[in-house]
């Protein structure tokens, strides 16, 4: 793929990237801003829904191309069809971006291969084909690294296949590089960039306490500020009700599993 020509499409949370390859050689590559996180805050600007709620709604029920089905009725009908028409907007708009990125690079007529946390909504594929034109698409359904035992497998995610992608053509150990290029004074051993300091360069002990105390602090400090936004959302929240997903999602999470196995 990467000799004939090929663009990788990566739905990431916070942006999508396309990278065209054509004779095993990078030859264009963009970053736009919008990912799965927008339809998340979509949902949530929507109905005011909790963005971890609305998170888990739109990997459990969401469907690009959602067409109603017959086991669900009234409001949760309803809550899943709006919800659909929110993330069904959010990715056309993120498929017409790549789209344009794909003419700017020449690659119209490019196999496409989609990877990242977003490959995993429903029917992207099929979006992205009806969109681009493209004839062929696919999804990533394996890592190119190759694991045998069991422990060891893989996620069939594709959120992580960046990370994986990036170690596993790893060719460089820059723990080796780096010692080579070092003088004698500094020694390898276990720590994080295999570097132990010498005597001259060790911290000193009060140094060591001090960053560790203001480190604790900084973390203090974080976590008070977390706790109070959730309290202003949650006293929000309150306030205001619960909205329209917010009902409808109670009901909806009984029979999730069956609506899963029928948008599958």
Same mark, same amino acid.
């Given at each position: 793929?990467?000799?004939?020509?090929?663009?990788?499409?990566?739905?990431?949370?916070?942006?999508?990237?396309?990278?065209?390859?054509?004779?095993?050689?990078?030859?264009?590559?963009?970053?736009?801003?919008?990912?799965?996180?927008?339809?998340?805050?979509?949902?949530?600007?929507h109905?005011?829904?909790?963005?971890?709620?609305?998170?888990?709604? $739109?990997?459990?029920?969401?469907?690009?191309?959602y067409?109603?089905?017959?086991?669900?009725?009234?409001?949760?009908?309803?809550?899943?069809?709006?919800?659909?028409?929110?993330?069904?907007?959010?990715?056309?708009?993120?498929?017409?971006?790549?789209?344009?990125? &794909?003419?700017?690079?020449?690659?119209?007529?490019?196999?496409?291969?989609?990877?990242?946390?977003?490959?995993?909504?429903?029917?992207i594929?099929?979006?992205?084909?009806?969109?681009?034109?493209?004839?062929?698409?696919?999804?990533?359904?394996?890592?190119?690294i190759?694991?045998?035992d069991?422990k060891? &497998?893989?996620?069939?995610e594709?959120?992580?296949?960046?990370?994986?992608?990036?170690?596993?053509?790893?060719?460089?150990?820059?723990?080796?590089?780096?010692?080579?290029?070092?003088?004698?004074?500094?020694?390898?051993?276990?720590?994080?960039?295999?570097y132990?300091?010498t005597?001259?360069?060790?911290?000193?002990?009060?140094?060591?306490?001090?960053?560790?105390?203001?480190?604790?602090?900084?973390t203090?400090?974080?976590?008070?500020?977390?706790?109070?936004?959730?309290?202003?959302?949650?006293?929000? $929240?309150?306030?205001?009700?619960?909205?329209?997903?917010? $009902?409808?999602w109670?009901g909806? $999470?009984?029979?999730?599993?069956?609506?899963?196995?029928?948008?599958?």
């Amino acid at each position: 793929e990467l000799k004939q020509g090929v663009a990788l499409i990566d739905f990431g949370a916070g942006t999508t990237t396309v990278t065209v390859y054509k004779g095993g050689k990078l030859r264009f590559l963009a970053v736009i801003p919008l990912g799965g996180e927008n339809m998340t805050h979509d949902i949530h600007a929507h109905d005011g829904m909790d963005e971890d709620e609305a998170e888990e709604l $739109k990997k459990e029920a969401g469907d690009i191309l959602y067409e109603p089905k017959e086991n669900i009725s009234g409001e949760e009908a309803a809550a899943v069809k709006k919800l659909n028409e929110i993330i069904g907007a959010r990715a056309e708009e993120i498929v017409a971006n790549v789209k344009q990125m &794909l003419t700017e690079a020449k690659a119209e007529r490019m196999q496409l291969v989609l990877t990242g946390g977003g490959a995993n909504l429903r029917n992207i594929d099929a979006m992205v084909a009806s969109l681009t034109g493209a004839t062929k698409v696919r999804i990533t359904t394996k890592s190119c690294i190759p694991t045998e035992d069991p422990k060891y &497998l893989l996620p069939t995610e594709h959120n992580v296949y960046a990370l994986i992608g990036t170690l596993a053509t790893g060719k460089e150990n820059c723990v080796e590089t780096m010692a080579k290029q070092t003088s004698g004074a500094v020694k390898t051993s276990d720590d994080l960039f295999g570097y132990e300091s010498t005597e001259s360069k060790k911290p000193i002990k009060s140094d060591r306490e001090k960053k560790q105390k203001d480190e604790e602090e900084r973390t203090r400090i974080k976590e008070e500020n977390r706790k109070k936004k959730e309290e202003e959302k949650a006293a929000k $929240k309150a306030a205001q009700g619960p909205g329209f997903f917010d $009902k409808a999602w109670k009901g909806l $999470k009984n029979t999730i599993e069956n609506i899963a196995d029928d948008l599958a």
